[in-house]
């Protein structure tokens, strides 16, 4: 969630998106038609399955995967990658968080609208998805996953932050 390719490719964050003009969604006159909100309607109408895994990408990222992971035990993964896929959310990410688990409070509050502060940072604390991030490391890795965002649907690899329009044939 700290990768600007992967914000690209969520799609929530139009003031980033604005700085290339191959990122542009179709909404704001551009052509890049973001993945992630269109396998996640695919997701929701029971056609295709999505699965999160962390890989270090651009270095501030694990805090906040590890709160999407402790969104996910409440059922609230998406309204969790909303948030930090925004600009607020990068900038929180990329500036004042880095990984520092001391700013734990800091992410909770921010990401209250979604869930319980309090559950957040109690389940961020915790360290309860250290070990998952190395292992989700791995799996990436054993992938072939080389960089961040990494898409695969069916058996095709589409490395980096492709439109949906190259993926949808597949």
């Known amino acids: ?96 968080i880095k990984n520092d688990k001391t700013k734990s409070g800091d992410l909770a509050t921010f990401l209250k609208t979604a869930v319980d502060p309090t559950f957040l940072k109690e389940c961020l604390d915790s360290g309860k998805y250290d070990a998952r991030l190395a292992k989700d490391t791995q799996i990436a890795s054993s992938l072939g996953s080389q960089g961040t965002p990494g898409f695969f649907v069916n058996d095709k690899n589409f490395a980096g932050a492709y439109s949906y329009t190259d993926m949808k044939s597949v």
């Open 1 to 96: 969630p700290s990768c600007p390719f992967c914000h690209f490719a969520a799609g929530k964050n139009p003031e980033l998106a604005k700085t290339s003009a191959r990122f542009l969604t179709v909404a704001d006159g551009g052509t890049y038609t973001a993945p992630v909100e269109e396998m996640r309607k695919l997701a929701a109408n029971g056609q295709a399955s999505f699965v999160w895994i962390y890989s270090p990408g651009h270095g501030n990222g694990e805090l906040g995967t590890k709160a999407l992971y402790c969104a996910n035990e409440k059922g609230k993964f998406w309204e969790v990658q909303d948030l930090l896929m925004t600009a607020k959310g990068y900038d929180l990410l990329n500036t004042t």
